[in-house]
């Protein structure tokens, strides 16, 4: 059986308490992934690209989020949301892979006709 691949889009910013369990499950969501044999990416759009800044130094989660970079499974950051959302200046410190594939945003629909399966939170 051939391999799923699966694209995890978090779009939810840093301003609510909700949104920090969205961020949680997406990095639990993407560990469970690889452990079952998937082929998982992590992409942060939107407020998520917030996230993408705060994780690497973030007591609460960057371990875990170590361990999917370390597992090439964060993909990177939209490029044109970093500049909205006022990042783009820590993403480039931290040697962030930028997604510019569509007008400056990651090309959702490409992933979908190659077969992705997509999750956003």
């Known amino acids: ?38 082929n998982v990416e992590l992409i942060f759009d939107g407020g998520g690209v917030e996230w993408a800044a705060d994780l690497p130094n973030n007591e609460n989660f960057k371990d875990m989020y170590a361990e999917l970079v370390e597992r090439n499974v964060v993909a990177g950051a939209c490029t044109f949301c970093a500049g909205a959302f006022g990042v783009a200046d820590e993403l480039e410190k931290l040697g962030a892979n930028m997604l510019d594939e569509s007008s400056g945003h990651p090309d959702i629909g490409k992933r979908i006709a190659a077969g992705h399966k997509v999750l956003t939170l």
């Open 1 to 38: 059986m051939e391999s799923t691949s699966l694209t995890i889009v978090l779009l939810a910013d840093r301003s609510t308490h909700e949104n920090m369990g969205r961020v949680m499950h997406a990095l639990l969501y993407a560990k469970q992934a690889v452990a079952a044999g998937l």
